[in-house]
């Protein structure tokens, strides 16, 4: 497996690969990599001849005052998990060679980037789909992988597929849990061992809400203020956000009928985390 640090490079690797008529995957990160990253690199090895993983603490996507600086950085341990899931080339550029000098182009998308983390998040998804165009253009591959962890982003990037007409296949892969639930994020490392013992409010309240949607529950604003109350018995929680939405247009529902995507943002201390489930109503 390659470390590639430069666009040039990686084209040329690329088009190597295309003259032998290989099929190409690509896997966003924004490295410290963990299980789940691991599991979208393993299925993207499986349905494709070549992988590249990126490896990119992407400026862009990160608010005034969000954790860019300490964001946590380890390419070499990144760089031993990519070979040991079979990947090709795992592309990891500096800041400068992804936005040369004088960058002034961004790829901004209406609605569905306005609710949910779009709120307290308002530039976060001008940098997600600016840099996954990047991406797509420099890597041109035939599928890319997205985790369901971060539903949004999935739904986001879906919809800029269609609207800008890139030519591939997004594969959707589902949320990897650690043993008690807490859904696996490069973030967790910023929690005490207080405040990951109260991360589990995350999982356990969404447990919560979708055992009464099974159960038959089709009130939207009973469903939300049972994960409200639940996420509140943690002391050291503090709701962003709790929502349910139309998985694809991501618009508030009433009431549980089609796909739904119930998805939380809750602040743990200084930390924040996201988890969400989805559930497909198949009418009466
Ligand atoms: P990140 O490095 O956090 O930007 O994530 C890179 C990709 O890995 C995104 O598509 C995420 O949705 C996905 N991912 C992160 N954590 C998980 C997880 N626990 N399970 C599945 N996919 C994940």
């Known amino acids: 497996m390659q470390v590639v640090k430069t666009i040039e490079e990686l084209r040329s690797i690329v088009k190597w690969w295309r003259g032998e008529g290989h099929s190409v995957g690509l896997v966003p990160t924004m490295g410290y990599l963990h299980e789940g990253h691991k599991s979208l690199i393993v299925k993207a090895v499986s349905e494709n001849d070549r992988v590249v993983v990126s490896d990119f603490v992407n400026p862009t996507q990160f608010g005034v005052n969000e954790d860019l600086d300490s964001y946590p950085r380890d390419i070499d341990r990144d760089a031993a998990l990519c070979e040991e899931a079979g990947a090709d080339v795992i592309f990891h550029p500096e ?21 949910l983390c779009g709120k307290t998040r308002p530039t976060h998804f001008r940098g997600v789909c600016t840099v996954v165009s990047k991406l797509f253009n420099i890597v041109t591959p035939d599928r890319a992988y997205f985790g369901e962890k971060d539903a949004q982003q999935l739904a986001v990037i879906r919809r800029m597929v269609r609207d800008m007409n890139f030519n591939l296949t997004i594969v959707g892969c589902p949320i990897v849990r650690e043993e008690d639930g807490l859904a696996m994020s490069s973030r967790n490392t910023y929690l005490n061992p207080a405040e990951r013992k109260a991360a589990l409010i995350l999982h356990k309240s969404l447990t919560m809400g979708q055992e009464m949607i099974e159960a038959g529950e089709k009130d939207v604003q009973k469903i939300k203020n049972a994960i409200v109350k639940q996420i509140k018995t943690e002391r050291l929680a503090r709701i962003d956000y709790v929502e349910l939405v139309d998985t694809e247009t991501l618009e508030p529902v009433k009431t549980i009928t089609g796909s739904i995507l119930t998805a939380i943002a809750v602040y743990i201390g200084k930390t924040r985390l996201i988890d969400n489930f989805t559930v497909k109503d198949q009418g009466e």
């Open 95 to 115: 800041p400068e060679e992804m936005y040369a000098f004088g960058n002034c182009t961004f790829v901004d998308m209406d609605h569905l980037t306005k609710g």
